[in-house]
T-cell receptor
């Protein structure tokens, strides 16, 4: 069965600092990978997705993620964090052959210090 | 595009009462998903529909939970009777199978509190 691990439950960074949120997946075939962000009291918003091709994908709000098959990772990065980036971030994977079942990681809560 | 619409946004009820959560997917989307989010268990898929037909309900926790999709623009998740441990945020999501990506679009969620 596929699974997604986000090793960091909480991360605190200073505003303006760089950010990297880790995501590891366990899935035999080519995965479809996603990063979602959830602001307090809100639903989930898609930041970016990877299906094939260029392993470095750009998303909204200045985020990017890199797919590394050899490491089974899809880490999310941002070069300079803004206070408004404080939220919870979820990595997710879906069956490439089923296309329906999104499996989410446990989430990483990001706090931004002024 | 209004996005996925859920109602109510907040629901407070007493143990034993029936609770009905509602979802209107994005027009044209043929898949609909119900998720539950709790601190302890994170985001869990409860059930999903394709063309109004339930496909996988293995995530539904108990017989107290039921979901229906009478037409392409409306779905309900019902809990009867409700219990305090059902307190959670319930999300509805939809997607279009004809799109290139398997992106799911989420509603704002219903925060359920069972006293």
């Amino acid at each position: 069965a596929q699974s997604v691990t986000q090793p960091d439950i909480h991360i605190t960074v200073s505003e303006g600092a760089s950010l990297e949120l880790r995501c590891n997946y366990s899935y035999g075939a080519t995965p479809y990978l996603f990063w979602y962000v959830q602001s307090p009291g809100q639903g989930l918003q898609l930041l970016l997705k990877y299906f094939s091709g260029d392993t470095l994908v750009q998303g909204i709000k200045g985020f990017e993620a890199e797919f590394k098959r050899s490491q089974s990772s899809f880490n999310l990065r941002k070069p300079s964090v803004h206070w408004s980036d404080a939220a919870e971030y979820f990595c997710a994977v879906v069956h490439s052959n089923a296309g329906n079942m999104l499996t989410f990681g446990g989430g990483t809560r990001l706090m931004v210090k002024p | 595009d209004a996005g996925v619409i859920q109602s109510p946004r907040h629901e407070v009820t007493e143990m034993g009462q029936e609770v009905t959560l509602r979802c209107k997917p994005i027009s044209g989307h043929d898949y609909l998903f119900w998720y539950r989010q709790t601190m302890m268990r994170g985001l869990e898929l409860l059930i999903y529909f394709n063309n109004n037909v339930p496909i996988d309900d293995s995530g539904m926790p108990e017989d107290r939970f039921s979901a229906k999709m009478p037409n392409a623009s409306f779905s309900t998740l019902k809990i009867q009777p409700s219990e305090p441990r059902d307190s959670a945020v319930y999300f509805c999501a939809s997607r279009y199978s004809g799109g290139r990506y398997n992106e799911q679009f989420f509603g704002p969620g219903t925060r359920l509190t069972v006293l």
